[in-house]
T-cell receptor
Framework: QKEVEQDPGPLSVPEGAIVSLNCTYSNSAFQYFMWYRQYSRKGPELLMYTYSSGNKEDGRFTAQVDKSSKYISLFIRDSQPSDSATYLCAMSAKGSQGNLIFGKGTKLSVKP | KAGVTQTPRYLIKTRGQQVTLSCSPISGHRSVSWYQQTPGQGLQFLFEYFSETQRNKGNFPGRFSGRQFSNSRSEMNVSTLELGDSALYLC??????????????FGPGTRLLVL
């Protein structure tokens, strides 16, 4: 079992839809949870960062962490064609600075 | 502030050769991490350097090595290249504090093709 599991998609939605992206993990030591967005031929760009459990909102993006279920989510409201990219979840344990464990990414396409 | 830069952006090598990739972190950042990204395995952690010392290492063979200089710039070397080393190699920098996981900022990557 991989440490981090993420549905690779692809996921295709119409413009304006609410998108839900998810990851599950097995290592209970993970405390830092991130979502990155990667456009084709570019490096990953940090979208959301959450420490431990809870919700965090930033504009159209909401990140949720449920440590009891070992499950994290990213919600995108009012999705736009410019949101079309691959979304990667990443996480790390305390003391493992610099070492992020990534999911394989979900490719999202938002159709106009 | 300039972002993370990586050189070269594209590279073609043949099996058995070696290659050196370079990464310049964001000014003031002292930690540099290297990742390999392939379609099959996704993003995998190679190693992390802080103040010229390797602080963390992933599960890659010894053919993969790195170093960091006093100005925080880092190089990664792969010796005796194999076809399976074809990948996008990403470098990420952060301030490098130990208190908690800090935000890592990624460069655009070096795309390596091994023939």
């Amino acid at each position: 079992q991989k440490e981090v599991e993420q549905d690779p998609g692809p996921l295709s939605v119409p413009e304006g839809a609410i998108v839900s992206l998810n990851c599950t993990y097995s290592n209970s030591a993970f405390q830092y949870f991130m979502w990155y967005r990667q456009y084709s031929r570019k490096g990953p760009e940090l979208l959301m960062y959450t420490y431990s459990s809870g919700n965090k909102e930033d504009g159209r993006f909401t990140a949720q962490v449920d440590k009891s279920s070992k499950y994290i989510s990213l919600f995108i409201r009012d999705s736009q064609p410019s949101d079309s990219a691959t979304y990667l979840c990443a996480m790390s344990a305390k003391g493992s600075q610099g070492n992020l464990i990534f999911g394989k990414g979900t490719k999202l396409s938002v159709k106009p | 502030k300039a972002g993370v830069t990586q050189t070269p952006r594209y590279l073609i090598k043949t099996r058995g050769q070696q290659v050196t990739l370079s990464c310049s972190p964001i000014s003031g950042h002292r930690s540099v991490s290297w990742y390999q990204q392939t379609p099959g395995q996704g993003l995998q952690f190679l190693f992390e350097y802080f103040s010229e010392t390797q602080r963390n290492k992933g599960n890659f063979p010894g053919r993969f090595s790195g170093r960091q200089f006093s100005n925080s710039r880092s190089e990664m070397n792969v010796s005796t290249l194999e076809l399976g080393d074809s990948a996008l190699y990403l470098c990420a920098s952060s301030l490098g504090g130990l208190a908690e996981q800090e935000t890592q900022y990624f460069g655009p990557g070096t795309r390596l093709l091994v023939l």
